[in-house]
């Protein structure tokens, strides 16, 4: 099956204290303002117009996720198959003016995504400020119940495609049409969410500027430096001032053929070291619980009409 998204487009967060996340995004990750209201900020690593985009609101929580399709008529087939498939349709106009067409499906879990068209290049190719400046947006890490069947789920309606899972499929991930290890990971939870978002780095000395920079605000890294097992990534993990898990991520495995999935053997503990970190340090109990809950469909506004 074609996939009908090419990457991750964006990402949507709700958050109580609108300032400090800005603050948080621009003086630690390094992105550029594209816009700012009194309740909601579009932000940008490269020239895409929006990929974190922040709206006051009185929990901390996830939004949405924008998966980003080729054209139109690829938000159009998706838009069938989700309500063929049980999603429900939450909208079906751009929540970012910019975006030209959308549709915003939830699952029956309650994972929001917004299937769109992409959004404009139209912002300065660099920037200047503090922060380490990602490339770009890379990947999510969603929580599932069933990890299984939600996969079958983004597989059916999507045509995101299986790279790697364990032999439980406690966690698999999925990859969309650029080829990237994977675009979605889904992990076996008691609740469903966010685990973690994860921007792109160009190199190891970005990890460092990463360590000294939360140093300087007297934070830590939850997990990192090290590299994945599965994707083969290079990562570091911390907590935003919102309270989101934010991987930093470099050297993703790139797959461009229909190679059937691996199954790895790791233990619902992750005690199979070499699967979650090829340097060898386990992931600490702060990462492993961790969870952004989604906000409730019902009470999402569109800002676009």
Not at 249 to 272: K, Q, T, Y
Request: proline fraction near 7%; charge should be negative; hydrophobic fraction near 40%.
């Amino acid at each position: 099956m074609t996939s009908l998204v090419n990457r991750l487009g964006y990402v949507a967060l709700n958050v109580t204290d609108l300032d400090s996340a800005i603050a948080d995004a621009t003086s630690i990750t390094g992105l550029s303002i594209v816009e700012r209201s009194a309740d909601r900020a579009l932000l940008t690593s490269n020239r895409q117009h929006a990929e974190l985009v922040l709206h006051r609101a009185g929990q901390d929580a996830v939004r949405a996720i924008g998966l980003e399709a080729p054209g139109t008529a690829e938000v159009e087939e998706a838009a069938v198959r989700a309500r063929r498939l049980g999603w429900s349709i939450v909208a079906e106009h751009p929540s970012v003016p910019a975006i030209a067409r959308a549709v915003t499906i939830a699952s029956p879990e309650g994972h929001v995504l917004e299937i769109h068209t992409p959004l404009p290049e139209d912002q300065p190719r660099r920037h200047g400020g503090p922060g380490v400046h990602p490339r770009r947006l890379c990947h999510v890490n969603l929580a599932s119940q069933d990890p299984a069947a939600f996969e079958r789920l983004l597989a059916q309606t999507l045509g995101l495609k299986l790279s790697e899972r364990t032999e439980g499929c406690e966690l698999m991930w999925m990859r969309a049409a650029d080829g990237r290890h994977h675009t979605v990971g889904i992990a076996k939870s008691a609740e469903p969410g966010l685990h973690h978002f994860a921007w792109e780095f160009a190199q190891f000395s970005d990890f460092m500027r990463l360590g000294d920079l939360l140093d300087t605000q007297d934070r830590l890294m939850v997990w990192g430096p090290g590299r994945h097992g599965c994707g083969d990534n290079l990562f570091s993990y911390y907590v935003d001032r919102a309270g989101f898990m934010v991987e930093c991520s470099a050297e993703m495995e790139v797959i461009l053929d229909d190679r059937p999935p691996s199954v790895i053997s790791c233990p619902p503990d992750l005690s199979n070291i070499k699967v979650v970190n090829r340097w060898g340090a386990p992931p600490p109990r702060a990462w492993i619980e961790h969870m952004s809950p989604f906000a409730a469909p019902d009470g999402l506004i569109a800002l676009a009409s």
